[in-house]
């Protein structure tokens, strides 16, 4: 209640301002945003546990109350008009929900080579924490939401493509467009994370992703496109629980050889993978946990990893 009178009187005094003195716009729409996130910053650095920047979601909600207040104060319909509406976003978020979206509270990532049983375990991992009673889904990043009806669209009008997923040969450099494909596959792949998980986080649900935004660029990095900025890109997003589920590229072959419908890569390649992925997970702090081993084995040492981590950062 105190952050929704706040951002009502933010608002008003930003009107105001802005009705009484021609002033350029930051001079308006940042002063107070600023002010609370550092006095709240300040306060916050004295409580033991506290990030100094637990208050930034609601810093987040006066920029939209402040932001409101300049727009408002142009007494044009439109701009009155978006002014209500971001003043109604900034009462109606949730700082709780902000906080968990921030913080990628639930957010559970498994990556790694082919072979390595992420799927498995996802799916192991999503029914052990239902048994704890956690509300928990699994989203699959190799699934994607409008790069399969473009692939379908293209396998009905080039025969060639169709004979070359027929045969289950590697993806190739196969037009003049192929250098887009990296960066498709990651605009894909960051909207299903805005349409999926960033909702159910919102929540206050335990998202299990199979795969995530990263995996496709190791992907397309071992198969020698180009991929510049796409390592940074892919890490904006940054999981506090994570796993590389690990495995010898000559062991990743034995085992993807006896599935019926997969691409067939070579050791050197899935050798490239792991080394890339092995480096986003010492980077980000994960779990890198060998697969080289009976799968319940491998399912133990998820869950005890899993159940640790979530104890050390509070989250059950």
Not at 68 to 74: F, H, I, Q, V
Not at 113 to 126: F, V
Request: aromatic content about 10%; hydrophobic content about 45%; glycine content about 6%.
């Amino acid at each position: 209640m105190k952050m929704k009178v706040l951002c009502i009187l933010t608002y008003a005094i930003v009107l105001a301002s802005g009705l009484s003195w021609p002033v350029r716009w930051p001079l308006l729409v940042l002063p107070i945003p600023l002010a609370f996130l550092v006095i709240t910053a300040l306060l916050n650095a004295r409580r033991k546990g506290v990030s100094p920047y637990n208050d930034l979601p609601n810093a987040l909600r006066l920029l939209l109350s402040s932001s409101g207040g300049l727009l408002a104060s142009r007494l044009v319909a439109w701009a009155v008009l978006a002014s209500l509406v971001l003043l109604a976003l900034a009462l109606l978020a949730n700082d709780e929900s902000m906080r968990r979206l921030y913080r990628q509270k639930g957010l559970i990532v498994l990556s790694g080579i082919d072979g390595t049983g992420k799927t498995t375990h996802s799916n192991r991992l999503a029914s052990f924490l239902r048994e704890l009673g956690l509300k928990c889904k699994v989203e699959r990043f190799h699934k994607y939401l409008f790069l399969d009806r473009l692939s379908r669209a293209r396998l009905r009008m080039s025969e060639k493509v169709r004979r070359m997923v027929e045969s289950m040969e590697i993806p190739a450099k196969t037009s003049i467009l192929s250098f887009l494909r990296p960066y498709l596959s990651f605009l894909d792949n960051l909207a299903l994370y805005a349409l999926k998980v960033a909702p159910s986080i919102w929540r206050g649900e335990f998202v299990v992703c199979d795969r995530f935004i990263w995996d496709n660029y190791v992907k397309y990095k071992a198969l020698g496109y180009g991929v510049w900025l796409l390592d940074r890109l892919c890490m904006l997003i940054k999981p506090k629980v994570g796993i590389i589920l690990d495995l010898e590229p000559e062991l990743a072959v034995r085992r993807v050889s006896q599935r019926e419908w997969h691409y067939r890569y070579t050791e050197e390649h899935y050798q490239v993978e792991r080394e890339e992925f092995r480096r986003i997970g010492r980077a980000l702090g994960f779990a890198i946990i060998s697969t080289d081993r009976p799968m319940e084995e491998t399912e133990e040492l998820v869950r005890n990893y899993v159940r640790s981590r979530l104890g050390e950062l509070r989250w059950i």
